[in-house]
């Protein structure tokens, strides 16, 4: 019994496929890349990446759902954090930033995702939860005066992850510099400006 041919060209597999379509999703926007795009890319036929992938939404899927699964793992060790509210959000903005510097093309799809699909509705939804946990840790924060009272929770909320998320549009990352540089920035700017005392 022999071992079946791999198909497709060496070195691509699900992960490095992934990448480059992200890649081109970012370059020319979702909607803009075709399979017949990705495959000229990769130099491989399109029955070669769907070995991989049952379709152009499916590598969507997986790229929008690692970003928000970094964010919720982030989200779900705040939850277990030990502290005052503040503390726990500015713990949950740190690690943001970290997932952000880590799959920085991944969040950036994510951000760009606008509700034109399923996948893409089903992503903004996810959003939208994690914009009310963040919305909820601020509230708490608030009621312990530890936040200024006289801003909307909500708001506060989407101040703080409108700057996150900013970074997608200037930061790149440099040989020898390190994300938690980056998430100290964010936190001494944000946190010192909100916290009453």
């Not at 793992?73 to 277990?80: C, L, M, R």
């Not at 930033?97 to 699909?117: C, K, S």
């Not at 608030?142 to 549009?169: F, H, K, Q």
């Not at 440099?174 to 100290?184: P, V, Y």
Request: hydrophobic share 40%; net charge positive.
């Amino acid at each position: 019994m022999s071992t079946p041919a791999r198909r497709g060209r060496p070195g691509y597999d699900l992960e490095s496929l992934l990448q480059v379509a992200v890649k081109l999703f970012n370059e020319r926007g979702y909607d803009g890349t075709s399979m017949e795009d990705l495959s000229r890319k990769l130099g491989i036929t399109k029955s070669a990446i769907y070995h991989h992938v049952p379709s152009k939404e499916e590598l969507l899927r997986l790229a929008v759902d690692r970003a928000l699964n970094g964010l919720f793992a982030v989200a779900a060790e705040t939850e277990s954090f030990e502290g005052k509210a503040i503390e726990k959000l500015e713990h949950l903005v740190r690690g943001s930033v970290l997932v952000l510097v880590d799959q920085l093309p991944f969040v950036t799809l994510l951000l760009r995702v606008r509700g034109n699909t399923k996948i893409e509705r089903a992503a903004l939804a996810r959003r939208r939860e994690f914009d009310r946990l963040v919305t909820e840790l601020v509230k708490q924060a608030e009621t312990e005066g530890d936040v200024r009272p006289d801003i909307d929770p909500a708001v506060t909320a989407r101040l703080l992850y409108g700057m996150v998320n900013s970074l997608i549009e200037w930061y790149r990352p440099r040989r020898g510099s390190a994300g938690t540089e980056l998430a100290d920035a964010v936190c001494k700017i944000a946190f010192d400006g909100l916290r009453t005392q």
